[in-house]
């Protein structure tokens, strides 16, 4: 076992004698240290009506789920943790708030550590900041959330009309979100206003 894996199965142990004593369910695993002498940061809360598992390899949580790490928080019916893997699969009313933005769905599959993952029939929410004017909303197929606030829709539809209106809509074949750069890119596309398709374009970028 790695030193994430000490750390991550010293924590769970802590939390799992939470949960023996009676205690909600909390879960709080420390830094780390590398070989190389550098600190990671691996802190993560965990909270649930019932916590059970093998902390140095499986934790299953049920009931009010909520785990959060490196500003994103993750909150379900069910969270299967894989310890070794640092892989959460949620399930039954999934919501991920990551980065600001919000996405909802059925089933998730997240990698914690790296902030990467994919969802099923995600709908999806990105409100307005300083540095982007409007908010935009909508939903997909299914959705892999990359690193660098990247996401891929597949089969997704795009508006930034507020619910629940939906003068236009851009329906797409895949549909890239850029966090950062504040862009989207579009492939075999085409805008719909008040439900009548006005333009088809196999490729096209705008700021979000």
Request: charge should be negative; include cysteine; hydrophobic fraction near 40%.
């Amino acid at each position: 076992m790695n030193d994430r894996s000490h750390a991550q199965a010293y924590a769970l142990v802590i939390g799992l004698a939470l949960v023996a004593a009676g205690a909600a369910g909390f879960f709080y695993p420390a830094s780390f240290s590398t070989g190389d002498g550098i600190e990671r940061d691996a802190v993560r809360f965990l909270s649930a009506d019932r916590i059970t598992g093998d902390e140095a390899k499986r934790v299953v949580a049920t009931g009010n789920v909520a785990i959060r790490q490196r500003g994103a928080a993750i909150f379900a019916d069910r969270l299967d943790y894989d310890v070794e893997n640092d892989t959460a699969l949620a399930t039954g009313n999934v919501r991920l708030e990551r980065i600001g933005d919000t996405v909802t769905g059925p089933r998730l599959l997240y990698r914690i550590d790296e902030g990467t993952g994919e969802m099923e029939s995600p709908v999806f929410q990105i409100p307005s900041t300083e540095e982007r004017r409007h908010a935009s909303r909508g939903s997909a197929g299914h959705a892999f959330l990359e690193a660098d606030e990247k996401s891929r829709l597949l089969r997704a539809e795009y508006t930034t009309c507020p619910v629940p209106r939906e003068d236009w809509v851009l329906k797409v074949g895949e549909l890239e979100i850029d966090g950062k750069q504040q862009v989207g890119t579009a492939w075999n596309s085409a805008v719909y206003f008040f439900g009548v398709p006005i333009l088809y374009s196999p490729w096209l970028s705008f700021p979000i």
